[in-house]
């Protein structure tokens, strides 16, 4: 059993902790608990693409194409990963902790490392041992109860939570979030009429931003059908208006706005039974 660390470094982003027998087999059972716990009660693997929550029985996939080349060569070659030394490398350079499966070849399990789990004497800690307190010397760090990715032999990742996913792999190429320079290119979509653009910009929380992302992806700008989105807006109680010159009104009020983005970005829909109307925070092709 071999334990790893991913860092924030480009001169050392891998390496390896030196165990004693005895944690090397409390390290693997923990490891292997914590595999198994990962997929209880996983039915459903989807493909993570930035626009659905899962559910509790449900686990995201993407394929890597970058990233992961160390992380690879540590599990396959240990020995020749450089060992940690306190003199040169720093636990709060860290962002993962990792190893390979005890189950399955060629499987790779990570779990986020946060500046939280470090256990220093700079931070004058004590600890209980032989029945009396002492003064802890050196460096340390506790470990978290649950695995964050796990990556397989194909390179492909799966995560239940995109959050602590995307603090060790970089995924913006699968998702992300508008940036404030795509929340300007949107606000100059001749499409629309936005009548407090620096407001429009203050109020772009993540949830907005999320939004405006679908709908830059789906060109829905580029083939506005006036009449198709006041049908849509009065279906589902909307209040969606155009000026002169057939450009969609964004107005001041937040709640306004968020009622628009979500029609354009089709977060609405009518129950197949009862013609009920909701709104979702997620959705996925079938």
Excluded: W
């Excluded at 608990?33 to 990962?38: D, G």
């Excluded at 004058?124 to 029945?131: G, L, M, T």
């Excluded at 109020?203 to 992302?213: E, G, K, S, V």
Aim: hydrophobic fraction near 40%; aromatic fraction near 12%; include cysteine.
């Amino acid at each position: 059993m071999n334990l790893f660390a991913l860092t924030h470094s480009d001169k050392d982003p891998v390496f390896r902790f030196p165990l004693d027998r005895m944690l090397q087999g409390f390290l693997q059972k923990e490891f292997g608990k914590q595999e198994n716990f990962f997929f209880e009660g996983v039915d459903n693997e989807i493909a993570f693409d930035g626009e659905y929550t899962a559910n509790e029985d449900e686990i995201f996939s993407v394929k890597l194409v970058k990233g992961f080349d160390e992380i690879r060569s540590a599990v396959s070659n240990p020995l020749s990963t450089p060992r940690f030394d306190e003199n040169v490398l720093d636990l709060n350079q860290v962002k993962s902790l990792f190893c390979g499966s005890n189950a399955i070849d060629g499987r790779i399990l990570l779990q986020k490392f946060s500046t939280r789990s470090i256990i220093s004497s700079a931070k004058n800690s004590i600890f209980f041992s032989e029945d009396t307190f002492k003064k802890f010397s050196g460096s340390g760090f506790s470990l978290d109860d649950k695995l964050s990715i796990i990556m397989e032999s194909d390179n492909s990742i799966k995560f239940h939570s995109y959050f602590l996913a995307r603090q060790i792999f970089d995924l913006t190429e699968y998702f992300q979030e508008a940036t404030n320079e795509q929340v300007q290119t949107f606000m100059g979509s001749s499409a629309l009429d936005i009548l407090d653009k620096e407001l429009f910009l203050a109020q772009a929380n993540q949830n907005i931003r999320r939004r405006l992302t679908s709908i830059m992806r789906s060109g829905v700008l580029h083939k506005v059908n006036k009449e198709a989105l006041e049908l849509e807006s009065k279906k589902y109680g909307t209040n969606i208006s155009f000026n002169e010159k057939g450009q969609i009104i964004i107005p001041k009020e937040k709640l306004e706005v968020k009622s628009i983005l979500d029609l354009l970005s089709e977060n609405f829909f009518e129950s197949s039974f009862n013609k009920t109307a909701y709104v979702t925070n997620s959705k996925r092709k079938i």
